[in-house]
T-cell receptor, first 115, second 117 residues
Framework: AQSVSQHNHHVILSEAASLELGCNYS??????LFWYVQYPGQHLQLLLK??????LVKGIKGFEAEFIKSKFSFNLRKPSVQWSDTAEYFC?????????????FGSGTRLQVQP | DTGVSQDPRHKITKRGQNVTFRCDPI?????LYWYRQTLGQGPEFLTY????????KSRLLSDRFSAERPKGSFSTLEIQRTEQGDSAMYLC???????????????FGPGTRLTVL
């Protein structure tokens, strides 16, 4: 079974610091990749997605992610975080070549931005 | 665009009781998904519908769980004879996929938090 790993469970940063959250997936074929964010008290929202094409994907609120196929990675980055970025971040994947539509999620990274 | 809605938002029940949750997808979305999320974990897939057909089920979906989407619009998830281990957030998501598209985006609802006493 495929899996998604997020090795950083809890990250604490000061405002204006740079952010990089790791995500590794296990599926060896072609995948769709996603980052979702869950702000306190809110539901999961899509931050960005990768289907094909340019491996550097830009999302909302200044976030970007880079797909590196050789490393099975899809790390999330932001050059300068804000207090409002405090949230839980989930990486997810689904295979494109199996017919399965289910998303496999990582366990999430809780980001705390201190003012 | 009103988003995915779920009802109820919270449900407390006693062990052994049956519960039913409802999900209304984004209008015209033809795919609907159910996930379960426990504390400290990411969502885990349960099942998915394309229109009214249930096309995929996780092994997490035991015999006590059943999901329907009778007219290809809203969906219900029923849990029979609830157990304490069923306590979780139950999430619904929907997507719009044309043909056999493999590149659709799932949009999530607020979830139903189930507590089994």
């Amino acid at each position: 079974a495929q899996s998604v790993s997020q090795h950083n469970h809890h990250v604490i940063l000061s405002e204006a610091a740079s952010l990089e959250l790791g995500c590794n997936y296990s599926y060896g074929g072609t995948v769709n990749l996603f980052w979702y964010v869950q702000y306190p008290g809110q539901h999961l929202q899509l931050l960005l997605k990768y289907f094909s094409g340019d491996p550097l994907v830009k999302g909302i609120k200044g976030f970007e992610a880079e797909f590196i196929k050789s490393k099975f990675s899809f790390n999330l980055r932001k050059p300068s975080v804000q207090w409002s970025d405090t949230a839980e971040y989930f990486c997810a994947s689904n295979p494109m070549d199996t017919g399965r539509r289910a998303l496999t999620f990582g366990s999430g990274t809780r980001l705390q931005v201190q003012p | 665009d009103t988003g995915v809605s779920q009802d109820p938002r919270h449900k407390i029940t006693k062990r052994g009781q049956n519960v039913t949750f409802r999900c209304d997808p984004i209008s015209e979305h033809n795919r609907l998904y159910w996930y379960r999320q426990t504390l400290g974990q990411g969502p885990e897939f349960l099942t998915y519908f394309q229109n009214e057909a249930q096309l995929e089920k996780s092994r997490l979906l035991s015999d006590r769980f059943s999901a329907e989407r009778p007219k290809g619009s809203f969906s219900t998830l029923e849990i029979q004879r609830t157990e304490q281990g069923d306590s979780a957030m139950y999430l619904c998501a929907s997507s719009l996929a044309r043909g056999g598209s493999v590149a659709d985006t799932q949009y999530f609802g607020p979830g139903t938090r189930l507590t089994v006493l």
